[in-house]
């Protein structure tokens, strides 16, 4: 039977990214705590200001070129790391970019906005009552830039695609070499579940290399019940394309959504007391959207002892930095209320 790794191997991919991410062991957090934390840092993936969409999209863009494509068109919040690194990735790669972007109150020319907006990007805003009606809009765009003899090609939202999901597929071997190379035995791995599509690509790798680890999920935008259907969805694409079976075992996973908070892109004082955290404990930067809302989550479980001396819990990084600048009032708001002294503008 042909490896694993050689049949991620026969797939195209895009060179977007071009450094391997630090494990990092969080030697403060760690004593605070009373278990061993490392962070996986794919906040420092070198494309337009880090973060692990690029992982997804040199696998789904590689199944386009040679199409003839020239335009890619995607869709998000107005904060979207997505919509930022989809045009970052574009522009490499010679590409055009449209973004069809939801109205919020984040909507300021600022973070990752003011970064699609300097790479040219189109974007187009629309009203909608859910994030996720958002698909509709980017279709009918990609039927407009057709009309006008462009060759699109539409990403969903996150990037998440079976192909798409190859690329954590490939993060994740990444990760265990790491762990080897240090040897360090996990005893659980938390991660954003957003889409599901980075998550599930981390649950199946660690399966099909014997991690028997819970791989913990910290939902920032769905419900436990539709995060459980994305897992299968993805566990079955994945399947299919790495040629495996889709009944083999998933093994202990666990996925908690009591940390969203209002809704999606809406922070916590839990998310900004996490970033608060990390930063003032390790000089590493959260974001509001997703991973502070994830390492919250983490903490929390901290906090009721889940974690004893002697444990070894890793925690997936996923990028999102920029979106900081764009929540900057909300942020001077929570660090007022914890005492942070700000001089006067």
Request: glycine share 10%; hydrophobic share 35%.
């Given at each position: 039977m042909i490896s694993f790794e050689e049949t991620l191997s026969q797939y195209p991919k895009e060179n977007l990214t071009n450094r391997t991410t630090p494990l990092e062991h969080l030697k403060h957090l760690s004593k605070k705590l009373n278990f061993d934390l490392f962070v996986k840092r794919d906040d420092l993936t070198d494309l337009a200001l880090g973060g692990d969409k690029p992982l997804k999209l040199e696998y789904e863009i590689a199944t386009v070129?040679?199409?003839?494509?020239?335009?890619?068109?995607?869709?998000?919040?107005?904060?979207?790391?997505?919509?930022?690194?989809?045009?970052?990735?574009?522009?490499?790669?010679?590409?055009?970019?449209?973004?069809?972007?939801?109205?919020?109150?984040?909507?300021?020319?600022?973070?990752?906005?003011?970064?699609?907006?300097?790479?040219?990007?189109?974007?187009?805003?629309?009203?909608?009552?859910?994030?996720?009606?958002?698909?509709?809009?980017?279709?009918?765009?990609?039927?407009?830039?057709?009309?006008?003899?462009?060759?699109?090609?539409?990403?969903?939202?996150?990037?998440?695609?079976?192909?798409?999901?190859?690329?954590?597929?490939?993060?994740?071997?990444?990760?265990?070499?790491?762990?080897?190379?240090?040897?360090?035995?996990?005893?659980?791995?938390?991660?954003?579940?957003?889409?599901?599509?980075?998550?599930?690509?981390?649950?199946?790798?660690?399966?099909?290399?014997?991690?028997?680890?819970?791989?913990?999920?910290?939902?920032?935008?769905?419900?436990?019940?539709?995060?459980?259907?994305?897992?299968?969805?993805?566990?079955?694409?994945?399947?299919?394309?790495?040629?495996?079976?889709?009944?083999h075992p998933k093994g202990a996973y666990e996925i908690y959504d009591e940390f969203i908070g209002e809704d999606y892109g809406e922070p916590t004082e839990a998310c900004f007391d996490a970033m608060m955290t990390m930063a003032q404990s390790e000089g590493i930067l959260l974001d509001p959207v997703y991973s502070g809302k994830a390492f919250s989550g983490l903490l929390d479980h901290a906090k009721t002892g889940r974690w004893k001396a002697g444990q070894n819990v890793l925690f997936l990084h996923s990028g999102g930095t920029p979106a900081i600048f764009a929540y900057h009032d909300k942020i001077e708001q929570h660090l007022r209320k914890r005492g942070v002294v700000i001089a006067p503008r």
């Open positions: 070129r040679g199409q003839g494509v020239d335009i890619l068109v995607t869709c998000g919040s107005s904060q979207s790391n997505h919509a930022r690194l989809t045009a970052a990735a574009a522009r490499k790669l010679g590409m055009e970019c449209a973004v069809v972007l939801s109205r919020d109150k984040w909507q300021a020319t600022q973070g990752n906005l003011l970064i699609v907006y300097l790479m040219g990007a189109q974007v187009k805003v629309v009203d909608v009552e859910d994030h996720w009606d958002l698909e509709k809009h980017a279709l009918d765009l990609c039927k407009s830039l057709k009309s006008q003899g462009y060759h699109p090609h539409y990403i969903p939202v996150s990037g998440t695609t079976p192909h798409g999901c190859l690329g954590y597929v490939r993060g994740s071997l990444e990760i265990m070499d790491q762990l080897a190379a240090k040897n360090i035995t996990l005893d659980a791995v938390y991660s954003p579940f957003g889409t599901g599509g980075t998550f599930c690509s981390l649950l199946f790798t660690f399966r099909e290399k014997g991690f028997t680890c819970p791989v913990i999920g910290i939902s920032v935008n769905r419900k436990k019940e539709e995060c459980l259907v994305n897992v299968d969805k993805w566990w079955n694409g994945l399947c299919d394309l790495m040629k495996r079976d889709p009944h």
